[in-house]
């Protein structure tokens, strides 16, 4: 008899099936073998105690405060600690409970149904502006060509291509001068027929230059205002492209002047429900989530929202992370821009573990191969 300690990290439908467990089988174990941590925030004492009883009688627990059974306090914070297994069963025993469990039930019953991406897709990043935080890159014309067709062969799924600098305190362009600056690239794009080699994704809140992007063979809408702007709402819906609604506090010009959350994961969370709506009225049909690391963000919050990035999946939307080379990295470890590749690595996979499936890159080649590994990594 050989015993192994396998790793948590194990795809544990995999392995059943490799040791030939049956079907059903399959599907109820692989559901007890995963753990969730719920936190439930300002709970009434009555659903505490319930919730409390209820997850014994199915095997998982919920952890409250001293003084809880004797409703010592009138709301308490809680952890809930059960399989997915034992959530389903939960969800279906609290549709029937007071206090607001109805509702707790209903976002368990989300959260059982969770599906982390098992592939990342690779963003590569152009920037036609001289003033972006990182000079590598920064491209123009026939250079931003050879660029792009470089970063197709390194392995890039999607190419993001913008002409304003988003670092904090970066001077206002108008909407003139992006145009002026992107145009040459665009019609180069349009001219070669790039838009049939690689996913492009249009860097811009600006409704001319999004137009002129769509009309280009562009098919993503990468907002840093989350869809603030109507008429980017309009043109996105009527080219039938997909969004990037992105979270920023603030402006580019604000964002990091003391930036300050009550919650930043229920804070991002509110956002963007508000903005999937708005996007679901103006017909946009693919809509893509990134939290925004960087954009009017302290470290620990942007620490929180990658290291709880599932908390998003339950909003059913594709996740996009990017802290390519961001001064998050010097704050944990100091360092220059051009020194930050190891950091970002870093950053994106524990994004990707935790269920990003598209990562915004400076470094396409890099990212591509950790990500194979990773993935093989976590099919095992």
């Known amino acids: 008899m050989k015993i192994k300690k396998l790793s948590h990290e194990t795809d544990v439908r ?3 099936k490799k040791i030939n467990v049956d079907a059903g089988g399959v599907n109820i174990l692989s559901k007890k073998a995963k753990l969730h941590l719920i936190s439930i925030e300002d709970m009434h004492v009555g659903a505490a105690n319930i919730l409390k009883q209820d997850a014994l009688s199915v095997g998982a627990d919920l952890a409250v405060p001293r003084g809880t059974v004797i409703a010592k306090e009138l709301r308490v914070d809680t952890l809930l ?5 034992q959530l389903e069963k939960l969800a279906k025993k609290e549709l029937a409970q007071p206090f607001g469990l109805k509702e707790l039930a ?7 149904q969770i599906q982390k991406p098992k592939r990342a897709k690779v963003m590569g990043v152009i920037n036609a502006n001289d003033d972006s935080f990182y000079s590598g890159s920064r491209f ?10 470089q970063m197709i062969a390194d392995g890039a799924d999607i190419i993001d291509i913008g002409a304003v600098s988003s670092r904090p305190n ?23 027929k790039l838009f049939e080699q690689v996913v492009l ?30 008429e980017v709402c309009s043109l996105t819906a009527q080219y039938g492209a997909s969004a990037v609604i992105m979270h920023m506090q603030g402006t580019p010009q604000t964002m990091q002047n003391n930036p300050a959350y009550c919650d930043v994961l229920e804070d991002v969370y509110s956002f963007f429900e508000e903005r999937i709506a708005k996007a679901e009225r103006f017909g946009i049909k693919d809509i893509i989530l990134d939290v925004g690391i960087g954009f009017g963000k302290r470290l620990e919050d942007n620490l929180m929202l990658i290291k ?15 802290a390519s080379r ?23 996979l524990k994004a990707f573990q935790n269920g990003a499936s598209i990562l915004r890159v400076h470094d396409v080649y890099e990212h591509a191969q950790a990500l194979r590994i990773e993935e093989r990594l976590m099919a095992l």
Do not use: W
Request: glycine share 4%; with cysteine.
């Open 106 to 112: 209903k976002k368990l019953k989300s959260i059982t």
């Open 81 to 85: 600690i059960a399989s997915t297994r």
């Open 140 to 149: 123009h014309g026939k250079d931003a060509m050879a660029m792009i067709e």
């Open 201 to 230: 994704s249009i860097d811009s809140f600006e409704p001319v230059i999004v137009k002129e992007a769509l009309d280009a063979g562009f098919c993503i809408v990468n907002d840093i205002t989350g869809l603030q702007n109507d």
């Open 170 to 192: 970066a001077p206002v362009v108008s909407a003139e001068e992006e145009l002026e600056r992107i145009r040459p690239i665009l019609a180069l794009i349009k001219k070669e």
């Open 14 to 16: 995999t392995y059943l």
């Open 326 to 348: 961001k001064s998050m990295i010097d704050a944990i470890f100091p360092s220059q821009t051009e020194q930050r590749l190891a950091g970002t690595l870093a950053l994106h």
């Open 308 to 322: 709880h990035l599932e908390h998003f999946l339950t909003l059913e939307k594709e996740l996009l992370v990017g």
